[in-house]
T-cell receptor, first 113, second 114 residues
C-alpha cells in the first residue's frame, strides 16, 4: 500500500464551482498534514496545514482531516482559472528512508472559464 | 527574505560529467532536503540533513553525494552523470523536526544529461 495516495486526475471543474481534492494515508501515527500547490514548471508552495481533526479554513481554501478514516481533503470554493495546478498532499512520518514528510503524487486540477 | 535559493536553474551535462547543485536558505532552518521530481513518479527524496553535521540517505541516493557545509548550505553532487539522472531537482528546508511544520522549497534545477 502506498503511503500517501491521491487521485492523479485531471479533475476538471467550471469556474466558480467547488473543487474537492482527496488524499488517504497509511501511517496512523502521522500528526501533521499539508497541501502544496505546484504550477507547471514551478516549485511546490505550501498553502494549507492541518494538525487536528475537523476543518480549517483560510480564505477560499478549507482543509479537512479525519484521522480515524486516515484521509485529508482540500476544498477550493469559487474556483478560479488561476487555481489550475497540481495539488500535492503531504503527511509527516517519523523516520524511514523517505524522510519525515511523505508526498503523494498529486492531483492535477483544471478550472475551466 | 530570499527563502531557499538554488543554483543553477538549468544545466545540460554530458554522460560522465560531474557537477554540484548548490542550495542555501536564509531562514535559520535546521533541516534540509534534496528531492528529484520526475513525471508520474512524484517527489522522491535523495538525501536529507536533519541538522548541521548530519546527513542521511533518502529513497533514491545512488549516484549522488551531499555535503552540509554549514547551517545555511546543503549541496548535491553528481560524480558521473547518467541519462537516468535527467530530472528536476528541488532543495527544501524546514524549521521543525519530524516534518511538523512543512517544507519550504527552492525554485528548482532542471538538469538534462545527454
Amino acid at each position: 500500500q502506498k503511503e500517501v495516495e491521491q487521485n492523479s486526475g485531471p479533475l476538471s471543474v467550471p469556474e466558480g464551482a467547488i473543487a474537492s481534492l482527496n488524499c488517504t494515508y497509511s501511517d496512523r501515527g502521522s500528526q501533521s498534514f499539508f497541501w502544496y500547490r505546484q504550477y507547471s514548471g514551478k516549485s511546490p508552495e505550501l498553502i494549507m496545514s492541518i494538525y487536528s481533526n475537523g476543518d480549517k479554513e483560510d480564505g477560499r481554501f478549507t482543509a479537512q482531516l479525519n484521522k480515524a478514516s486516515q484521509y485529508v481533503s482540500l476544498l477550493i470554493r469559487d474556483s478560479q482559472p488561476s487555481d489550475s495546478a497540481t495539488y500535492l498532499c503531504a503527511v509527516n512520518r517519523l523516520g524511514g528512508s523517505q524522510g519525515n514528510l511523505i508526498f503523494g503524487k498529486g492531483t492535477k486540477l483544471s478550472v475551466k472559464p | 527574505n530570499a527563502g531557499v535559493t538554488q543554483t543553477p536553474k538549468f544545466q545540460v551535462l554530458k554522460t560522465g560529467q560531474s557537477m554540484t547543485l548548490q542550495c542555501a536558505q536564509d531562514m535559520n532552518h535546521n533541516s534540509m532536503y534534496w528531492y528529484r521530481q520526475d513525471p508520474g513518479m512524484g517527489l522522491r527524496l535523495i538525501y536529507y540533513s536533519a541538522s548541521e553535521g548530519t546527513t542521511d540517505k533518502g529513497e533514491v541516493p545512488n549516484g549522488y553525494n551531499v555535503s552540509r557545509l554549514n547551517k545555511r548550505e546543503f549541496s548535491l553532487r553528481l560524480e558521473s552523470a547518467a541519462p537516468s539522472q535527467t530530472s528536476v531537482y528541488f532543495c527544501a528546508s524546514s524549521e521543525l523536526g519530524q516534518g511538523a511544520g512543512g517544507y519550504t522549497f527552492g525554485s528548482g534545477t532542471r538538469l538534462t544529461v545527454v
